[in-house]
């Protein structure tokens, strides 16, 4: 079974830290995915990744960056953590070629005071 | 012309009953429609998906029904569960272009009450 794991559940943090959010497939996939949840707005794409060390803006890319030095590893960073990135983050994976299934973590839900 | 949209936003439905939830999008190149399940506390994951060759598809008691003149696409659940209790995302894409990505719709949080 293809497992995506996130580094938390749950994170408090204060308005202006650094953010890390870490998340891991165990398939070998190629592309991986960072969307936030919030309640009437569905899944909006942060950002995704097609290949080690590559990185494409998503929809909502402003106040967020990524990192991904190994292929099985995706992070996202929060520079400087604001009240409005309260939200449940989630990681996604997904192979390619074929339709292939897209794979979400359990999430992370971040809150920002 | 990304956009996939999603109706009801929420929907409560009787056990046994039939739930549905209808979706439309406007960029005729999409040519994959899945629809994802997420429980409360877990990450969405692959329920069922059609692609446009075909106008419906069943599993079990989910079935899709794809209307490609209408730009339309529906997920209908038979004999809903309280189990199947869940947000209900639909999604598209064009699979054949260039760095597809899924577009999803908003949601649809279905309760089945016993």
């Known amino acids: ?108 839900r971040l809150l920002v005071l | 012309q990304q956009q996939v949209k999603q109706s009801p936003q929420s929907l409560i439905v009787q056990k046994g009953g039939i739930s549905i939830i209808n979706c439309a999008y406007e960029n005729t190149a999409f040519d994959y429609f899945p629809w994802y399940q997420q429980f409360p506390g877990k990450g969405p994951a692959l329920l069922i998906a059609i692609r446009p060759d075909v106008s419906e598809k069943k599993e079990g008691r989910f079935t899709i029904s794809f209307n490609k003149s209408a730009k339309q696409f529906s997920l209908h659940i038979m004999d809903s569960q309280p189990g199947d209790s869940a947000t209900y995302f639909c999604a598209a894409e064009n699979y054949g272009g260039s760095q597809g990505n899924l577009i999803f719709g908003k949601g649809t949080k279905l309760s089945v009450k016993p």
Request: hydrophobic share 30%.
């Open chain 1, 1 to 108: 079974d293809v497992k995506v794991t996130q580094s938390s559940r749950y994170l408090v943090k204060r308005t202006g830290e650094k953010v890390f959010l870490e998340c891991v497939q165990d398939m070998d996939h190629e592309n991986m995915f960072w969307y936030r949840q919030d309640p009437g707005l569905g899944l909006r794409l942060i950002y995704f990744s097609y290949d080690v060390k590559m990185k494409e803006k998503g929809d909502i890319p402003e106040g967020y960056s990524v990192s991904r030095e190994k292929k099985e590893r995706f992070s996202l960073i929060l520079e400087s953590a604001s009240t409005n990135q309260t939200s449940m983050y989630l990681c996604a994976s997904r192979a390619t070629g074929g339709v292939e299934t897209q794979y979400f973590g359990p999430g992370t």
